[in-house]
């Protein structure tokens, strides 16, 4: 079982920047590949970043240039650097780990950017 520990999430305004953490507990990052989704009210949850073992990563379309995926091995920590944020940005954002036939979510936390 691994557990996955969001935080850094909050309200901003359009044009700010936040960085999300997320920490795994009983599990390397390090091995598995992790993914930030993020879900709008009445949406449904869409991939943001992924970041592979072997670190190559992805982005959707609407935040390549702005937003950043990354680890820290030492800390354990998968981040996302999210910087020029806007409205559309607003969402509760979950971090993923899956590692062969296992995989687990945070609980979420909420990004907010107002206008």
């Known amino acids: 079982q691994v557990r996955l520990v969001e935080s850094g999430g909050g309200l901003v305004q359009a044009g700010g920047s936040l960085r999300l953490s997320c920490a795994g507990v009983?599990?390397?990052?390090?091995?598995?590949?992790m993914t930030w989704y993020r879900q709008a009210p009445g949406k449904q949850r869409d991939l943001v970043a992924q970041?592979?073992?072997?670190?190559?990563?992805n982005y959707v379309d609407s935040v390549k240039g702005r937003f950043t995926i990354s680890r820290d091995k030492a800390e354990n920590t998968v981040y996302l650097q999210m910087n020029n944020l806007k409205p559309e940005d607003t969402a509760v954002y979950y971090c993923n780990y899956v590692f062969g036939q296992y995989k687990f979510w945070g609980q979420g936390i909420q990004v907010t950017v107002s206008s």
């Open positions: 970041l592979t073992p072997d670190s190559n990563t």
């Open positions: 009983g599990g390397a990052v390090t091995i598995a590949t």
